[in-house]
């Protein structure tokens, strides 16, 4: 009797060993066709029942929670694994909510006050550099001198003209920006959303973001910050950056080449009129043909304009490559994602990177055009 019962226990030992293990082995094969993140919950759970001693294993299994532990625990896994899968393809089931600035805000107390310094910055600053140069060199001669006393009187400051040239920054400056608003209500539009491929809610809401915050709510994110390397946070903002950048650069681009076409129409008109004399190569070329001579003027308008255009289209180009530079270089220098110093870093980020592509395409564009005057 004794050794009957003890081979019956050994035989239960054994049954229970091959339940356990193959337990773990299903939850390990079913594993394989589950998503990363459930797939670690699971060898986890078939794990934990594969190293688990005998009896605890068949305890475990033939209790009421123990044998429905990993059917509750596989589920919670995958809704959690679809929420990140969701949130960093950012597509699924995803209704876009554009936000549209209206025209009333171009001219708001905070956006006015905020245009007219910079402006007043941009004016005054050449003029109260080239003062101060002016007064040091001054200086200097009045130290080199043996009476040490200054040999001319400094400079007077002009005001006048950066202050009339600062108001005509601001004109311009709110052209601009009312005709970026013309055009992202014309991305927006039932026509454009509704009739055309090239604009879908997506894209509309793409090119209306706003770079700072979209960087301090990608800071929020558990797949950004968990699942993005710096390298992959680079990229992604200045790709953001860049693609809200579009509508800023046509607005520059339309006023720009709208400026620079009535000028050229009114040289133009001028210098047929006899207003101005005639260009500086019409007169070498008088002795070369009637057809020289009739089309100097056009050939002079005609090359300024294709230059200013040309110039105009790199500018743009400057700036919004300068600015997805200075978001993604934020981004990739930035350690700790938090969301408050994230947007204030990006949004100082895209105007250093801006002022960089403006100083960089000016100084290309001299370099280019040097010969031509």
Sequence with gaps: MASHAFATQGLSKALGALAATTAGVGAVAVAHSMPP?????AASAAGTLARSPVESSLSAL?????AWSLASVLPAALCLERVLRDDASGDAGKTYVVDVKTFASTFSASAVA????????VSFSRVVTAWLEEAAAIEEEARAHPSGEPQRPLPKFEWEQPLWSSFGLFVRDSVVVTTRRAIEKLAVSRFALERTELVTPRVASKLLKDVPRSAARKCE?????????????????????????ITRVCAELFVATAISTVACRKLYQLRKSGALPPPPGAEAEKGGGFKNKRYA??????????????????KGLCLLLGGAAGAGLVALCRKEDTPRWASRLTFLGVAAGEAAGSAVAAAALSAAFAGNK
Aim: hydrophobic share 45%; glycine share 10%.
């Design 62 to 66: 033939s209790s009421s929670d123990g």
């Design 114 to 121: 905020i245009r007219a310094a910079l402006n007043l910055g």
């Design 37 to 41: 993140l459930t797939q670690g919950f």
């Design 221 to 245: 994110r558990l797949a950004w910050e968990r699942g993005k390397t710096r390298v992959a946070k680079c990229v992604s903002m200045a790709v953001t950056a860049s693609r809200a950048a």
């Design 297 to 314: 003027v056009e050939r002079e308008v005609g090359s300024l304009y294709a230059r200013l255009v040309f110039g105009h289209v790199v």
